[in-house]
């Protein structure tokens, strides 16, 4: 049972253009949302977060919106950067869980100069 | 900035060894956490540890893993008796309390069990 699904393994953008990086789950218990980002042979990075009181949250380039009807939340980068280039990773908690949090698949994101 | 450490960066040992991983986590930080990355899978929680005891665990961690806060500063992962299916990365984790969730990773020990 996959409680975060990310559905896209990969996503290729060109330099300057909007990524869009989806994420659907299905606990309803979950009320916090995070995105990661992960390089090759490092740990993962904290990067937003939302929480399940909001529909969106920004820091400069990124945004990340809340869905809780349709259990979905995405993460917008713009404009797209090569540097951005890395796996990004949903994860989700529940207040009840001592914040351990659940982790997608993860999508792995390619910005082409 | 203050980071999560961990040690070795990669740990070779033979099935059925014993192995433990190291981290020191940020020294303000208060809620401790070990994941695993199997090659080309998702990150996977394993446990959660609060107060000197665990407040959570998967069902992957069973009796032959244990976690310590021996000194204060040092969270370990202790495998009793390694199998082949325990090689992946672990990924350490520490926050502090009061933040909503945001978990600071270390940059992971590779175990590879032959």
């Known amino acids: 049972d996959q409680q975060v699904k990310q559905n896209s393994p990969s996503l290729s953008v060109q330099e300057g253009r909007i990524s869009i990086l989806n994420c659907d789950y299905t606990n309803s218990m979950f009320d916090y949302f995070l995105w990661y980002k992960k390089y090759p042979a490092e740990g993962p990075t904290f990067l937003i977060s939302?929480?399940?009181?909001?529909d969106k949250n920004e820091d400069g380039r990124f945004t990340v919106f809340l869905n809780k009807s349709a259990k979905h939340l995405s993460l917008h980068i713009v404009p797209s950067q090569p540097g951005d280039s890395a796996v990004y990773f949903c994860?989700?908690?529940?207040?009840?869980?001592?914040?351990?949090?659940?982790f997608g698949d993860g999508t792995t994101l390619t910005v082409k100069p | 900035e203050p980071e999560v450490t961990q040690t070795p960066s990669h740990q070779v040992t033979q099935m059925g060894q014993e192995v433990i991983l190291r981290c020191v986590p940020i020294?303000?930080?208060?809620?401790f956490y070990w994941y695993r990355q199997i090659l080309g899978q998702k990150v996977e929680f394993l446990v959660s540890f609060y107060n000197n005891e665990i407040s959570e665990k998967s069902e992957i961690f069973d009796d032959q893993f244990s976690v310590e806060r021996p000194d204060g500063s040092n969270f370990t992962l202790k495998i009793r008796s390694t199998k082949l299916e325990d090689s992946a990365m672990y990924f350490c984790?520490?926050?502090?309390?009061?933040?909503?969730?945001?978990?600071?990773f270390g940059p992971g020990t590779r175990l590879t069990v032959t």
């Open positions: 994860a989700a908690s529940a207040s009840t869980n001592a914040g351990k949090s659940t």
């Open positions: 984790a520490s926050r502090k309390a009061g933040t909503p969730y945001e978990q600071y």
């Open positions: 020294s303000n930080h208060l809620y």
């Open positions: 939302i929480s399940s009181i909001k």
